[in-house]
């Protein structure tokens, strides 16, 4: 079963800088897209920036111009560089992946969850 580890969250001031990353591990035969999203107290979960095996991205309008997502092949890792952090960015922060696994079966898997918090 595909696994999803996430670290990098954590407290910043507003204006700072974080950079989260999500390790896939577990019978994976090929990565098609991995992505980020988040989900504030209150609120429904967003997508904030997504991958795809052929390098294409997507960002929330929100995050448009100060998040950065990229990724290592060789460490089945996606990273999510984020600056300019504001107050609104306070999120819970989900890893998602789209695998094929060993199994040749499409496995949609999600991490546990990181914390960013952005103080003003």
């Known amino acids: 079963q595909v696994q999803l580890a996430e670290s990098g969250g954590g407290l910043v001031q507003a204006g700072g800088s974080l950079k989260l990353s999500c390790a896939a591990s577990g019978g994976i035969f090929s990565i098609n897209a991995m992505g980020w999203y988040r989900q504030a107290p209150g609120k429904q979960r967003e997508l904030v920036a997504t991958?795809?095996?052929?390098?294409?991205?997507n960002y929330s309008d929100s995050v448009k111009g100060r998040f950065t997502i990229s990724r290592d092949n060789a460490k089945n890792t996606v990273y999510l560089q984020m600056n300019s952090l504001k107050p609104e960015d306070t999120a819970v922060y989900y890893c998602n992946a789209v695998v094929r696994t060993t199994r040749m079966v499409l496995d949609h898997a999600w991490g546990s969850g990181i914390q960013v918090t952005v103080s003003s």
């Open positions: 991958l795809t095996s052929s390098s294409s991205t």
